[in-house]
C-alpha cells in the first residue's frame, strides 16, 4: 500500500497515515459497517472507474438495508471516490468506499454513533486472486453454509456478511485449496466466498437467482450482459451441489477475481480439468470491456481527469 497516499474521510482528504479511527469504533465491535469494492482501469482514455453508478447506488442500497442515515447524498461519494483516485495519481487501482458507526456511545445500538465515511485505494495486486485466471482455481464446498436473508440482509454488502465468508476462505486455504463454494440452508450452490459462480453446460450458462442468498454482482451483471450480447444463453436457477461435479464448465465473477475458471471442484476435475472455452472467451471479452476496449461498453466509465 501506498503511504504516501489520501483517503478520503468525512469528506476531506487526509494523509495516508492520519487516517484513524478510535479503538472504540462501533463497527470494529459490532461489524456495523457496509462498504463497496469498485475498480479503476487504465484505459486508452485514461484512468476511467468501472460501473461508478451502479456501485454507488448499491452502497447506499446497502445502507438502506441497515437504517443506515448516509450522511452525504450519492453524487457527493461519488466526487469523493473521484477525488481520490486523482489524489492517488494512480492510473488503475481498487477503491474502497465505507460507511461505519464511529465511537462515543459503546453497546449493541448502534444509532446514537456518528455515521462515518471513509474512501481508500491502492494500487490493485492480483495477490488472492490470481488462481483461475492464470490457471484454473481449485475449489472446495465448504462446511459452512451461507448465512441467509432470514438472518440478515445479505443484498447488503456489509462487513458483518464476511465472519460467514472469511471462514470459509480460511478452510478452504488451509484444506489445500484455493476458493470455497458455499452452498445456502436450501443445499443450493449461493457464491464463493467474495464471488459469484456460473457454471455452463452443453453451451448454456446458469448461475444462481438472487434469492439464492447471494450479492448483486455488478461483475455478475456485467458478465450476463456480455454473454447474451455474444449470443449466449443465461439463465437464472437454483444449482445442486451435483451440478458443479458433472458441469462442463464453472467460473466465478468479481470486482477482484473478474472472470476466473474453477477447474477442479471437492478434487474432481471440471469438465477435461482446463479453463473452458466460453470461459475463456469471457474472461478475455470481460478483460477487454474492462480495460475501456470494446467501444460497445463505454457507457460504463467514468473518467477520473
Ligand atoms: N459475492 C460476494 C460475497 C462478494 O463479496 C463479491 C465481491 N464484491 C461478489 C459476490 C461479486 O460482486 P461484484 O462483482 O460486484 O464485485
Not at 465515511?117 to 475449489?139: D, F, M, P, Q, Y
Not at 464471488?195 to 448454456?204: D, L, Q, S
Not at 458478465?223 to 458441469?247: N, P, T, W
Request: charge should be positive.
Amino acid at each position: 500500500m501506498k503511504t504516501q497516499s489520501k483517503i478520503w474521510m468525512n469528506g476531506k482528504l487526509v494523509p495516508y497515515n492520519n487516517a484513524k479511527v478510535h479503538v472504540l469504533t462501533h463497527a470494529l465491535h459490532y461489524s456495523t459497517a457496509i462498504f463497496e469494492g469498485i475498480r479503476c482501469y487504465n484505459t486508452p482514455k485514461g484512468p476511467m472507474i468501472f460501473r461508478l453508478p451502479e456501485h454507488v447506488e448499491r452502497l447506499f442500497k446497502s445502507a438502506r438495508m441497515y437504517s443506515m442515515k448516509m450522511p452525504y447524498n450519492k453524487n457527493e461519494i461519488s466526487q469523493g471516490i473521484i477525488n481520490t483516485v486523482k489524489a492517488s495519481k494512480l492510473k488503475e487501482c481498487y477503491i474502497r468506499p465505507l460507511a461505519y458507526y464511529g465511537h462515543g456511545v459503546m453497546g449493541l445500538t448502534p444509532t446514537p454513533n456518528k455515521v462515518e465515511v471513509a474512501i481508500a485505494c491502492w494500487e490493485w495486486n492480483a495477490g488472492e486472486s490470481s488462481a483461475g485466471k492464470t490457471r484454473g482455481a481449485r475449489c472446495k464446498v465448504s462446511s459452512w453454509l451461507r448465512i441467509d436473508s432470514r438472518s440478515q440482509p445479505m443484498q447488503a454488502k456489509a462487513a458483518s456478511n464476511y465472519a460467514n465468508a472469511a471462514l470459509a476462505r480460511v478452510e478452504a486455504l488451509r484444506d489445500g485449496y484455493d476458493e470455497a463454494i458455499m452452498l445456502n440452508y436450501h443445499g443450493k450452490v449461493s457464491e464463493g466466498s467474495a464471488e459469484n459462480i456460473f457454471i455452463v453446460n452443453n453451451g448454456k450458462i446458469s448461475t444462481p437467482p438472487l434469492n439464492a442468498g447471494i450479492l448483486d454482482g455488478i461483475t455478475r451483471d456485467s458478465v450476463i450482459k456480455i454473454a447474451r450480447s455474444e449470443g449466449l444463453e443465461v439463465i437464472e436457477r437454483d444449482i445442486d451441489r451435483e451440478d458443479l461435479y458433472v458441469a462442463d464448465e464453472v467460473f466465478m465473477t468479481g470486482t477482484a477475481a473478474e472472470v476466473k475458471s474453477v477447474t477442479e471442484i471437492d478434487n474432481v476435475p471440471v469438465g477435461n480439468g482446463k479453463p473452458g472455452e466460453i470461459t475463456r472467451k469471457l474472461q478475455d471479452t470481460f478483460f477487454e470491456v474492462s480495460r475501456g476496449k470494446d467501444e460497445r461498453y463505454l457507457d460504463w466509465f467514468t473518467p477520473v481527469a
